[in-house]
């Protein structure tokens, strides 16, 4: 199993340009999760799902859009880039009752 | 709303000396926390579950309900341990929601 997987594992974009980071897990995971992790402030939860169909929005969210029309995948939209989303992106899964979460690699993005 | 506090950006050890990584949390019910893990370059892994009441690696975490706190011990740091490593509560028990991290905390075993 290849658990969770992302990709690209590197970006650079153009300020303005939109793209999509993609995630799956083979898992079978109910729950999952995009978060960014920038120095000095941690792992901020951007979306998440509880099931396929299911979306809602976390910390920091604005800039970003999700769907889950599966239970294996999981994209992030960036609508238009901004230097500000420079970061690295992390997807996670996770399912009840531990809700332990298991990470994919994580994509590093710059936005110039 | 469930918060978890790391007060410590960076711990700096010697090899061999003992290490505490402190985590604080604030919120109601019952807790379940974890402690995570980041090894350069690498994912985000699990490393203890204080449900478990397991060590791994020589690390151990105690729940202490009365100082809300869920610190990360090892009493002999090694090389390898250096790592992010990052604090946090599970979902609230209205269902998954908003899992919080802690902001991390970067521990560097020196030589």
């Known amino acids: 199993n290849a658990g969770v997987t992302q990709t690209p594992k590197f970006q650079v974009l153009k300020t303005g340009q939109s793209m999509t980071l993609q995630c799956a897990q083979d898992?079978?995971?109910?729950?999952m999760s995009w978060y960014r992790q920038d120095p000095g402030m941690g792992l901020r939860l951007i979306h998440y799902?509880?099931?396929?169909?299911?979306?809602d929005q976390g910390e920091v969210p604005n800039g970003y859009n999700v769907s889950r029309s599966t239970t294996e995948d999981f994209p992030l939209r960036l609508l238009s880039a901004a230097p500000s989303q420079t970061s690295v992106y992390f997807c996670?899964?996770?399912?009840?009752?531990?809700?332990?979460?298991?990470f994919g690699p994580g994509t590093r993005l710059t936005v110039t | 709303a469930q918060r978890v506090t790391q007060p410590e950006k960076l711990l700096s050890v010697f090899k061999g000396a003992p290490v505490e990584l402190k985590c604080n949390y604030s919120?109601?019910?019952?807790?379940?926390l974890f402690w995570y893990v980041q090894y350069s370059r690498q994912r985000l892994q699990l490393l203890l579950r204080?449900?478990s009441r397991e060590s791994i690696k020589g690390f151990t975490a105690d729940l202490n309900k009365g100082e809300t706190s869920f610190h990360l011990k090892k009493p002999f740091a090694q090389e390898e341990d250096s790592a992010m490593y990052y604090c946090a509560p599970p979902p609230s028990s209205g269902g998954y929601n908003k899992l919080i991290f802690g902001a991390g905390t970067r521990l560097a075993v020196h030589p």
């Open positions: 919120y109601s019910g019952s807790p379940e």
């Open positions: 898992m079978n995971h109910e729950y």
């Open positions: 996670a899964c996770g399912t009840p009752p531990s809700y332990e979460q298991y």
């Open positions: 204080h449900i």
């Open positions: 799902s509880v099931g396929a169909g299911i979306t």
